[in-house]
């Protein structure tokens, strides 16, 4: 395999995940652990892909604080910062002048993916394709971007979002591309990849090929794909070498009732704490949290510094850092709430979206 250069793209805002991203970007947030995007760091130093380029923008400084030169996760670290958001196609060209190797693998870095990251990088510089995507297949794709192929595994169309998909392919955010290819991109301008630079080429009559893969992948959009994610990380479902030891709960630091139940692959940060007989089922506490006794936490995310009181009760809950939730509540159905806030007795539900 020649020398490949990797970008990940970090630029996203993260509203569907709020009010957990008003203090750090989607990729940083705490999952399994770590940040989100270390997983894919480490999983890129085990595949031997050492120059990384991060294309950033949205409280980018987070980034070069935690990872710095990237020496100490075993790769090297760049970081490109878009003064104004230039979408997925133009946030690609903007790190142009950054990339050293005619291979480029390209990461959308809100996915958590499965592939053998050598193995795809391989296929597409023997085949001597223009790009390569890494396709996925899933029950329902009408949420995705669907991308049929011919019976040779070239890409036939680009059909985002369809409410009558074609094909159960999806675009899993994973792409090769060959270096001219992103050179060709206008720069400076808002570009998608997937509805502007993949649609031309198929119409320049590039070779686009689809490579599907049927090992782990997820979408770290929403809070429940953020809970089921952690935890299939914490368990070894979902692979990174940042989790050397799966296990039915991960906990950084901090202290566990011995008469606590703390299990399903939840995650607690630094300085965590569970009282007696309480339970945290598939959750992500985040650093300092705090579970009071006989109080249940399940499929939910404790902000950091956040307090869930003796006895209350969330199911599918957001708390945002330092919320405190009075004894006896109960929260479910997707509550999300703000932080600083505080939560009084009694049966809070805030169905639909947000």
């Known amino acids: 395999m020649s020398e490949l250069d990797a970008v990940i793209l970090v630029g996203g805002l993260g509203t569907r995940l709020r009010p957990l991203t008003l203090s750090a970007p989607k990729p940083m947030l705490p999952t399994a652990g770590v940040p989100f995007l270390a997983h894919l760091v480490r999983r890129l130093e085990q595949a031997g892909i050492t120059h990384v380029v991060l294309g950033t923008s949205y409280q980018a400084e987070v980034f070069e604080k935690y990872f710095g030169d990237g020496a100490g996760f075993g790769v090297e670290l ?16 903007n790190v142009a002048d950054r990339l050293r190797a005619d291979t480029v693998l390209v990461f959308n870095g809100d996915n958590l993916i499965g592939a053998d990251l050598r193995k795809f990088a391989i ?5 001597g394709a223009d790009v ?6 899933v029950p329902d794709p009408r949420a995705y971007g669907c991308v049929p192929t011919d019976a040779d595994g070239r890409v ?34 808002v570009v998608s990849v997937e509805r502007d630079t993949f649609p031309e080429l198929l119409r320049a009559g590039a070779v686009v090929r689809g490579r599907v893969d049927d090992g782990y992948w997820r979408d770290f959009g929403t809070p429940a794909d953020f809970v089921d994610g952690s935890a299939d990380l914490v368990q070894g479902i979902a692979p990174s070498p940042a989790v050397p030891n799966p296990g039915e709960f991960l906990i950084r630091s901090g202290t566990i009732a011995d008469s606590a139940a703390v299990r399903g ?42 307090v869930v009181g003796a006895g209350a009760v969330l199911d599918g809950v957001v708390l945002g850092d330092r919320v405190t939730v009075a004894a006896g509540a109960r929260l479910a159905d997707g509550a999300r709430v703000w932080p600083d806030s505080t939560v009084p007795g009694g049966d809070v539900r805030y169905p639909g979206e947000f």
């Open 78 to 93: 760049e970081y490109v910062v878009e003064a104004e958001a230039l979408g997925t196609g133009g946030g690609i060209r």
């Open 123 to 127: 296929a597409h510089q023997e085949s």
């Open 132 to 137: 390569s995507l890494c396709l996925h297949r």
């Open 156 to 189: 036939t169309a680009f059909l985002e979002k369809d409410p009558n998909p074609v094909t159960d392919q999806i675009n899993a955010g994973l792409y090769a591309f060959r270096r001219s290819v992103i050179d060709s991109i206008p720069a400076g301008q």
């Open 265 to 306: 692959g939840s995650a607690l940060g630094d300085g965590c704490a569970v009282g007696a007989d309480a339970v945290v089922e598939k959750s992500v506490l985040f650093d300092g949290a705090r579970v009071e006794a006989g109080a249940v936490v399940r499929a939910s995310i404790i902000g950091a510094g956040a």
